[in-house]
Structure formats: C-alpha cells, structure tokens
C-alpha cells in the first residue's frame, strides 16, 4: 500500500469512504471539463469508478488529501504502461494553491525510486494550466497531436510532455505522434 506525505498533503489509495468527496468531484462539469469520460450521474456510477481505481494493479492510483484535515482535493494516476502516463485532477476549491504540482512532485520522486525510466503528460491545449504544473516539475514539451477523443467524441489537440526519471536522454515517446494523422511541434512559450 503506496502512502506519500508532503509538507500539506497525504496521498493514498482510494477507499469507498471517498466516495461522497469523489463523487462531487467528478460530478462537477467545470472540474470534468478535460477528463477522457463523462461526469457520473449518478452515486452508483461514481461507486463503480471508484472501484476501478482500487482494484487497479498497475501504476499509482492515488487520492490527494490535505494533510491536516483529510480532505479529498483531487486524484494522481501514473499508468504502468508503455506511455507511463501521469495524469491528475484537482476539485475547484483546490485549484490554484500549488496542491497538484507538490502532490505529482511526491509522485515523480516515487516512481524514480521504482525504477520507472520516463514518465509522459499530455494536456488539451485549451486547458494551459495543466502544462504549466507539467512545466514546474520539469517536464518538456515534446510534440503536439490531435485525436478523437472517446468516449466524449470530440477532437481534441493535446500537448505531449516527458520528463526522464533515471537520467538517459531518450526520444520522444512516439506511439501518439504516429498514431495521428495531425501531429506538428508548436514553437510557444506555454
């Protein structure tokens, strides 16, 4: 069982507990806005999502809580699989007071004692603020893409970042780039 303290957060797995928290988190349309499924509409929904995330075998799957009190601000997955993708989500209340990037910082300094060579976070390109917490813990911006993104159905360009965990310069992850037929590399200053 993966527990990570920081200065003002504790993360660690998901319980049914959470579900009250969890629930009007993924609920909210503004918080869900740029989350690859749709806001459950119901507790039971929501109770099945939850579900998922404990019984995941792979990666981190972990609830973001405020230390002092336990409060359930948001969620930091890392996926196991060829991208190692992190991904992250924060409730309204808590956006904007630095929670996410100090919580997938932890996150990062665990999978490099893991052994996890790389890590990959890709943003919708209309939600900036996502990039700029990938930009503070170092990640660099590698190539943009665009997908039709399921199950929403919506065509979405997102920004691929990637951060080396043990040092070794290495190429881009490509799977995205040759995935689409629409792939460029921006020249901004996200």
């Not at 319980?15 to 988190?25: G, I, V």
């Not at 995941?56 to 973001?64: I, N």
């Not at 190429?171 to 020249?187: G, I, N, R």
Request: aromatic share 12%; hydrophobic share 40%; net charge negative.
């Amino acid at each position: 069982m993966t527990v990570i303290e920081t200065q003002r957060l504790t993360l660690r797995p998901f319980t049914m507990t959470d579900l009250p928290e969890f629930f009007a988190m993924q609920a909210d349309k503004q918080v869900n806005r740029f989350l690859p499924w749709f806001p459950p509409a119901t507790a039971a929904e929501a109770a099945q999502m939850l579900a998922e995330l404990q019984n995941a075998t792979a990666g981190l799957h972990l609830a973001v809580c405020l230390r002092q009190t336990g409060e359930l601000l948001g969620y930091v997955n890392a996926d196991d699989s060829g991208a190692h993708d992190l991904g992250y989500g924060l409730t309204r209340r808590a956006q904007g007071h630095g929670y996410m990037t100090e919580a997938a910082g932890a996150v990062l300094a665990r999978l490099c004692e893991l052994g996890w060579p790389f890590v990959t976070a890709t943003h919708d390109v209309r939600n900036p603020k996502s990039g700029a917490v990938m930009q503070r813990l170092g990640m660099i911006y590698q190539y943009s893409y665009e997908e039709q993104w399921q199950p929403k159905n919506e065509l979405v360009t997102f920004r691929l970042y990637q951060l080396s965990l043990d040092g070794k310069t290495r190429p881009a992850f490509p799977l995205y780039w040759q995935q689409s037929t629409v792939h460029m590399v921006e020249k901004f200053a996200d």
